[in-house]
């Protein structure tokens, strides 16, 4: 009676809605529910779960239908769960029906295809629904589902995963009942019959696993409290936070909780053999966040009996230490297949072998393993000693901290998969005998931890003190008020730049439009439009709320419109009128460096050839700004995200709202507006106010890391989670393991002499005190020379992650206004 005022206001909403956006009204008059003797009919009727997430019905080709369920939201159908994929009903005519007794199926007359095997005691009064997580479930129709235990349902799709896991769902086992739930690859992206690719859970190792055949190619390592060995994403990774591994009598699984921005994730084994297993989340497009195998060393055995990979390295394999090539020839020409042996064979009577530790390790192959809970490190160490088919050791579970607990012993001669990281892996133990443990370093891969503490809590002190008394004098100063800094004359009046009609810029960008957004600078957001038929500008238009922004606006006005050069943005016109003032760029299809640099998802752009022509061409931008142009300019706000890419690759430098004009023989000058970005401002800038050429060159330093590491100088790279980009590159330059550094995206091989040239320079050019740095024509000096005779870079500023400005953001570009003045 009262449902068709509901239908009609649902109706008009849904009309006035804004196209494009997820959001549904709530109130529905869809069903979600099957009931004995009304079926589902292959007639495009569809099941809808109450908060209209989810929709279940038939789907397929004309004689090949199966059910399914998939995002209702989402307008490009997303098949998670298929009911009958083996079995498609072939006649069009089927229809998905339960009994009262809870017997749920799909019949065309010709075939039935029983889902649910009849549940002990039998449901009396049973219905199916699909609820609002996806889980279709089969339960007694006058139980109340809300507060409903899931292992009470009857029978429910969760445990019965096709090639996708969902939020909610499971992938492992349940004990007591030997039942497993595992994901199985589709055979084709039309027909979801199994193939022979299956991600499933070992429950003696508590691990997951890529299978092809019956072939393992992929493991993660096992789980220990913390994470799997092999990812170590889980421990930096922050989308990770949501995962769950529950390991007890009853059930071994590996699941995670939607996260709190969108229930649209799912982790799926792909069809494609370089994104095997792919964990993807919805947000306008499907965005992979993370997949497996990301480079060679995940691939199984990469290196054979008793190799680690190690992709950072340029001769990806190593020889566990106390091992040789069993086949140096071979090895050295790059086929591993025949891996590594021992120096000394182990001693076992007499008992004379130890352990040496390999650090941060994905734990080798767990196929002959012995597991024990509750154990100290100590007593595994003992029971592997005495045991003569022990080759090694780790613990168990290292959530509570220290060395860990329980202990995994390998009864293996050959130790296979093994994997170093930078950071993320296990400590691995490994049985050596007496002979070769005196020659192996204690340390083999990875650095000593506690010094690297006892180094860090000194930087993080004397730089907390630095920057508190640079806050005092900075104070002092600003009260005592000696002299204003001086502006550069200005030039405001001869803007002989063609001024375009705000009409116009209106009609190219669509009004502003959401679509057209490219990016947020500084000042205001950033557009795309078109001008007349094809010419694509960009638009950057003023915030009407910064006051500030209209000087900044006037200054690159200013600035922009008498500078040429290849590796400068072109600035094509402005346009203010009325409350509007925008700057018209020539459009850089390419976007910004840190959009490419940064975004794990879009690995093969960036090769080493690229990158190198990009450290170059800001280099020669720079350059011109310096020293070349009419102008001595400091552009105060070199970043990743000012540096724009044309279609070519070519960098050009952007947003010069905060560069400043020196006259002819000014080399410094002195701000009570520090203004900039954290992470790439040097420390006589931060500390004092104090900027040159050489506070640019401290920035392009910063820059050269980035693109080396494709990592952020702001986030923490070290596993005692203090360093900086710099302080992490410093001391892997200090330990001559410079290629570390090297960005895992890069692509083999590259130029081993050129990078570490790279590294150097940018080395240089961070250092501490402003006088050490290089000027931009001895930068490209260096960068067309050899590399053989420069300089030794000393120790950067600013090697540690401050915590005083750390409350930032730390995903988002800040910029950044420390000590303003009045
Ligand atoms: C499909 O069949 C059901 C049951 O006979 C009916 O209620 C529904 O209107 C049909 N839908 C379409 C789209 O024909
Ligand atoms: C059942 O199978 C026969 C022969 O395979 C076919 O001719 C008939 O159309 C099918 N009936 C239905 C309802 O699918
Ligand atoms: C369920 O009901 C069907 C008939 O509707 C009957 O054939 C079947 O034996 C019953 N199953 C159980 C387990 O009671
Ligand atoms: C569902 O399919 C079965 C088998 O073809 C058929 O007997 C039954 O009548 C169908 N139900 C409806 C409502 O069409
Ligand atoms: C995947 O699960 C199915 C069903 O439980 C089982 O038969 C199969 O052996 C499993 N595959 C692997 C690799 O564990
Ligand atoms: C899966 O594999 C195909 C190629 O086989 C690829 O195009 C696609 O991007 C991959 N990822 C997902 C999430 O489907
Ligand atoms: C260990 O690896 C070597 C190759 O290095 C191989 O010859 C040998 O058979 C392997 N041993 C076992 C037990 O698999
Ligand atoms: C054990 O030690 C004795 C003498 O110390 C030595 O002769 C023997 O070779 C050793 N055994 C092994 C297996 O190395
Ligand atoms: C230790 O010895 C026992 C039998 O003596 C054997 O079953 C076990 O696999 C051995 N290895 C380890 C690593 O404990
Ligand atoms: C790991 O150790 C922690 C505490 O040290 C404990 O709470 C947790 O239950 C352990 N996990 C397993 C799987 O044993």
């Known amino acids: 009676m009262s449902s068709s005022p509901v239908i009609n206001f649902s109706f008009l909403l849904c009309f006035l809605l804004i196209p494009g956006t997820l959001f549904f009204p709530t109130i529905t008059s869809s069903i979600d529910t099957i009931t004995p003797g009304e079926p589902l009919l292959d007639n495009g009727t569809t099941l809808i779960s109450a908060g209209e997430n989810f929709e279940l019905g038939f789907f397929g080709s004309k004689n090949k239908r199966y059910v399914g369920i998939w995002y209702h939201k989402i307008p490009v159908q997303t098949i998670v769960w298929v009911a009958n994929r083996q079995r498609p009903i072939t006649s069009g005519f089927g229809n998905l029906s339960i009994t009262t007794n809870g017997t749920l199926f799909i019949a065309d007359g010709n075939s039935t295809i029983i889902l649910s095997p009849p549940s002990s005691p039998p449901l009396t009064n049973s219905v199916a629904q699909l609820l609002d997580n996806g889980n279709f479930v089969l339960r007694e129709s006058s139980s109340q589902i809300n507060n409903e235990p899931r292992s009470s349902f009857a029978w429910q799709s969760f445990d019965f995963p096709t090639d996708t896991l969902i939020p909610g769902m499971k992938l492992g086992w349940n004990l007591k009942s030997r039942f497993n739930r595992n994901l199985t690859e589709w055979t084709s992206s039309s027909d979801p019959a199994p193939s022979d690719n299956v991600v499933a859970i070992d429950f003696h190792n508590h691990e997951l696993f890529l299978q092809s055949g019956t072939t393992k190619v992929w493991r993660s390592g096992p789980w220990n409290g913390l994470q799997f060995s092999g990812i170590p994403e889980m421990k930096t990774g922050d989308w990770f936070t949501n995962t769950i591994f529950v390991a007890n009598e009853d059930e071994v699984f590996f699941s995670y909780t939607p996260d709190a921005s969108s229930i649209y994730t799912r982790l799926v084994v792909n069809q494609s053999v370089t994104q ?135 009864a293996t001669s050959n130790l296979t998969d ?87 810029i209106i009609d190219a960008t669509n009004n502003f439009s959401t679509d057209n957004k490219l990016g947020q600078g500084g000042f205001g957001p950033v557009y795309r439009g078109i001008l007349g038929q094809e010419k694509e500008i960009a638009v950057k238009r003023l915030s009407k709320t910064s006051a500030q922004g209209i000087d900044e606006l006037k200054n690159e006005v200013r600035l922009i419109a008498k500078l040429q050069h290849r590796n400068l943005v072109r600035l094509l016109g402005c346009c203010i009128q009325g409350e509007e003032s925008m700057l018209i760029y020539e459009y850089m299809p390419n976007r910004s460096l840190d959009a490419i640099l940064f975004d794990k998802a879009r690995p093969a752009l960036l090769d080493w050839q690229t990158r190198y022509n990009i450290i170059v061409g800001i280099a020669r931008g720079l350059l011109y700004l310096h020293e070349d142009s009419r102008f001595r300019i400091i552009h105060r706000d070199l970043k990743a995200s000012n540096i724009l890419l044309d279609k070519d690759m070519n960098p050009k430098i952007s947003d010069f709202g905060m560069a400043r004009i020196f006259g002819g023989d000014q080399t410094e000058a002195n701000t009570r507006r520090v203004v900039g970005t954290y992470g790439y401002m040097s420390p006589e800038y931060v500390m004092d106010g104090v900027f040159s050429m050489k506070s640019d060159v401290f920035s392009f330093g910063v820059l050269v890391l980035e693109i080396i590491s494709g990592k952020r100088n702001r986030e923490v790279y070290d596993s005692t989670g203090k360093l900086s980009l710099l302080g992490y590159a410093w001391s892997l330059f200090k330990e001559g393991k410079h290629l570390e550094l090297v960005d895992e995206l890069i692509g083999y091989p590259f130029p081993i002499v050129e990078v570490i040239k790279c590294i150097k320079i940018g080395l240089l050019c961070v250092q501490e005190l402003p006088k050490d740095r290089p000027t931009m024509s001895s930068i490209l000096l260096m960068l067309g020379g050899e590399g053989d005779n420069l300089l030794e870079p000393r120790e950067p500023g600013f090697i540690a992650i401050r915590g005083s400005i750390e409350t930032e953001s730390t995903k988002h570009e800040v910029t950044l206004t420390i000590f303003e003045g009045r």
């Open 276 to 410: 095997r297993l792919v964990w993807i989340e919805q947000s306008n497009i499907w965005n992979v966040f993370w997949s497996v195998p990301k480079d060679q060393c995940d691939n199984m055995a990469k290196c054979g009996p008793n190799g680690v990979c190690n992709p950072n390295n340029v001769a990806i394999c190593d020889c566990l230490p106390g091992f040789r090539p069993s086949s140096p020839t071979s090895w050295s020409l790059g086929d591993w297949t025949d891996g590594c042996q021992r120096k000394t064979a182990l001693d076992c009577r007499n008992r004379t072998d130890g352990f040496v530790p390999v650090r941060q390790t994905k734990l080798p192959d767990t196929s002959n393993t012995v597991v024990d809970t509750g154990m100290s490190l100590e007593q595994c160490a003992a029971l592997c000693l005495k045991n003569c088919s022990c080759t090694a050791y780790a613990a168990a579970n290292i959530s509570g901290g220290g060395d860990g607990i329980g202990c995994i012993r390998w």
């Open 418 to 504: 093994i994997r170093a990281y930078t950071d993320g892996g296990q400590d691995l133990y490994l049985r050596l005998a007496a002979a070769d443990l005196s020659s192996e370093s204690n340390d083999y891969f990875l650095y000593q931890k506690k010094k690297t503490y006892i180094i860090v809590i000194v930087v993080v002190l004397l730089a907390s003190i630095l920057l508190a008394s640079a806050a005092w004098y900075v104070w002092k100063r600003k009260k005592r008020s000696t002299k204003a800094f001086h502006e550069e004359e200005d030039e405001g009046k001869d803007l002989d730049l063609p001024i375009f009609d705000l009409a116009t």
